[in-house]
């Protein structure tokens, strides 16, 4: 798998996590939740990033060459 890339999009409560998570566990590939990149807190899920912040994070993430990548964003 040269440049893969994985983008698992749904609802809250669709499985998307368990299926990038499964995905990950069988090709190597590094899982990331977009909830990580928008929320400070994700114990609470209350705070989040700044709109800049949030983007810049993003960027970095997305031009990563191997990736699944789940959220409902």
Known sequence: MKN???YILGTTGGGKSTLARNISK???LTHYG????VY???KTWKTKYN???RDKKLKVLIKKKKWVIEGAY
């Open 4 to 6: 893969t890339k994985i």
């Open 26 to 28: 069988k090709t190597g």
């Open 34 to 37: 977009l909830d990580w990149i």
């Open 40 to 42: 400070k807190d994700t």
């Open 51 to 53: 709109e800049k912040t």
